[in-house]
Nanobody, 115 residues
């Protein structure tokens, strides 16, 4: 069994920053990639960012230059540093950890960008 614990969401004003964390624990042998998705009210869940075990990254276009994904392999933890937040970033953010052959999802953390 693998458990994911997310933290770091909250309410922030436009232009502000937040840092999300996703810690994986349990029966972990090898993590392939770690990533973040988000789901805004009334919309489908969408990809935000991911990082492979080798360190390569990929971002959704609207967050490029504002969000940075990183991971601490020793702690099995992924981070999402979010800067210059805008109201359109408001959503529930979910982490995804791929430990072959399974994908594991976090419980989600709310991010609200509002003045």
């Amino acid at each position: 069994q693998v458990q994911l614990e997310e933290s770091g969401g909250g309410l922030v004003q436009p232009g502000g920053s937040l840092r999300l964390s996703c810690a994986a624990s349990g029966s972990i042998f090898s993590i392939n990639y770690m990533g973040w998705y988000r789901q805004a009210p009334g919309k489908q869940r969408e990809f935000v960012a991911r990082m492979s075990s080798g360190g390569s990254t990929h971002y959704e276009d609207s967050v490029k230059g504002r969000f940075t994904i990183s991971r601490d392999n020793a702690k099995n933890t992924a981070y999402l540093q979010m800067n210059s937040l805008i109201p359109e970033d408001t959503a529930v953010y979910y982490c995804l950890v791929q430990i072959p052959p399974h994908d594991y999802w976090g419980q989600g953390t709310q991010v609200t960008v509002s003045s």
